[in-house]
T-cell receptor
Framework: AQSVSQHNHHVILSEAASLELGCNYS??????LFWYVQYPGQHLQLLLK??????LVKGIKGFEAEFIKSKFSFNLRKPSVQWSDTAEYFC???????????FGKGTKLSVKP | EAGVTQFPSHSVIEKGQTVTLRCDPI?????LYWYRRVMGKEIKFLLH????????ESGMPNNRFLAERTGGTYSTLKVQPAELEDSGVYFC????????????FGSGTRLTVV
């Protein structure tokens, strides 16, 4: 069965710390992978997506993610977080010819000023 | 372009009542999706429209949920009768035709059944 696992439920960092949020997936075929962010009171916004090609994907606001096929992983990184990065982050996959996304449970990030 | 619009943003109803949620996708987006997030759980897929047709409704919990997409434009999701476990945030998303596009999400409707 297809699934997405996000390892951390809640991450607390100080400003300027580096961030890495883990995401592993289970799917036997070709996948498209996404990271979405939901800031407090706002809608889900796309941070970045991987469809094919370069496995290192750069997104908005300084975020990047690396697709490692052998590890079934798509971890999200940012070298230096800001207080404004406080939000909930969701990893998601779309498998094969499906249209819908399968989400992980989300990781809440709290950045202390 | 205008985003995906959902309303109401919040709804509190009593068990046994009926509620209708509405989603207006981005104009020209053939694909429309409904998702739900129950508190503490992951966002789960409910169903997918392509224009006015239901492409995939495998995520619909039971027959108390009815989704429609009149004329391939806006969509409604009706819950009748509502139960306590239906509480959660209902998200709508839309995307263009084809597989290479991302999805644009609405702000969601927070449904509370008391």
């Amino acid at each position: 069965a297809q699934s997405v696992s996000q390892h951390n439920h809640h991450v607390i960092l100080s400003e300027a710390a580096s961030l890495e949020l883990g995401c592993n997936y289970s799917y036997g075929g070709t996948v498209n992978l996404f990271w979405y962010v939901q800031y407090p009171g706002q809608h889900l916004q796309l941070l970045l997506k991987y469809f094919s090609g370069d496995p290192l994907v750069k997104g908005i606001k300084g975020f990047e993610a690396e697709f490692i096929k052998s590890k079934f992983s798509f971890n999200l990184r940012k070298p230096s977080v800001q207080w404004s990065d406080t939000a909930e982050y969701f990893c998601a996959l779309r498998g094969g010819s499906q249209g819908n996304l399968i989400f992980g449970k989300g990781t809440k990030l709290s950045v202390k000023p | 372009e205008a985003g995906v619009t959902q309303f109401p943003s919040h709804s509190v109803i009593e068990k046994g009542q009926t509620v209708t949620l509405r989603c207006d996708p981005i104009s020209g987006h053939d694909n429309l999706y409904w998702y739900r997030r129950v508190m503490g759980k992951e966002i789960k897929f409910l169903l997918h429209f392509v224009k006015e047709s239901k492409q995939d409704e495998s995520g619909m919990p039971n027959n108390r949920f009815l989704a429609e997409r009149t004329g391939g434009t806006y969509s409604t999701l009706k819950v009748q009768p509502a139960e306590l476990e239906d509480s959660g945030v209902y998200f709508c998303a839309s995307s263009r035709a084809g597989g290479s596009y991302g999805y644009t999400f609405g702000s969601g409707t927070r449904l509370t059944v008391v």
